[in-house]
């Protein structure tokens, strides 16, 4: 059982370049939960799923945006990356109803 | 969301045991207390979670304060493997939905060999 994958590991992105983050889950896990995590801030929430279909704002969501269309899959698309979205990308997933959240190993992304 | 203080750091000797003390003095009633940590280049792992009364796992022990203003975080033999940092977060009851983790800066905790 592989559990979150994320992909890339790592990029780097020219400023204005669209980018999506890749994120597959294996548990079937209702919920899905992409952070950024920067020196000094800690993890924000960027976007959620609480299921398939289903999305939400977090406590940074401008700059990014999810879809899900189905179970498994989750990306996270930047539109047109700015250097302030360097940052450390984790993907996370949580059966609903409970506050477990298993992680992604995360993708390092600098835009410059 | 409450608010919790953690020291930004403490120190361990393998094979000792750690306490990892947490301040969550704002918790609603219904506010579980999760912990996770974060290893070096990883990402975030669950590590426990109580709401009133003390909790035990595989991985640690949880001590809950009666008046549940504060909380501990257990490691019984303190290993290599369990530097990092150290993330106490209440969070809501469940409602059949997802409930966002708020993460603070918590506790770097190394581990002398």
């Known amino acids: 059982i592989a559990g979150i994958t994320q992909a890339p590991t790592s990029q780097i992105l020219a400023a204005g370049r669209r980018m999506t983050l890749r994120c597959t889950q294996d548990?079937?896990?209702?919920?899905m939960y992409w952070y950024r995590q920067d020196l000094g801030l800690g993890l924000r929430l960027i976007h959620y799923?609480?299921?398939?279909?289903?999305?939400g704002k977090g406590e940074v969501p401008d700059g990014y945006s999810v879809s899900r269309a189905n179970t498994d899959d989750f990306p996270l698309t930047l539109a047109s990356a700015v250097p302030s979205q360097t940052s450390v990308y984790f993907c996370?997933?949580?059966?609903?109803?409970?506050?477990?959240?298993?992680f992604g190993p995360g993708t390092r992304l600098t835009v410059l | 969301d409450a608010k919790t203080t953690q020291p930004n750091s403490m120190e361990s000797n393998e094979e000792e045991p750690v306490h990892l003390p947490c301040n969550h003095s704002t918790i609603s009633g219904t506010d579980y207390i999760h912990w996770y940590r974060q290893l070096p280049s990883q990402g975030p792992e669950y590590v426990i979670h109580g709401l009133t009364s003390n909790v035990n796992n595989r991985m640690a022990s949880l001590a809950i304060a009666e008046d549940r203003k504060s909380s501990t975080l257990i490691l019984h033999r303190a290993t290599l493997r369990d530097a990092a940092v150290y993330y106490c977060i209440p969070t809501p009851t469940p409602r059949g939905g997802s409930e966002k983790l708020v993460f603070g800066k918590g506790t770097k905790l190394t581990v002398n060999p």
């Open positions: 799923s609480n299921t398939a279909g289903t999305t």
């Open positions: 996370a997933s949580s059966v609903s109803g409970r506050n477990e959240q298993f």
């Open positions: 548990m079937r896990h209702n919920a």
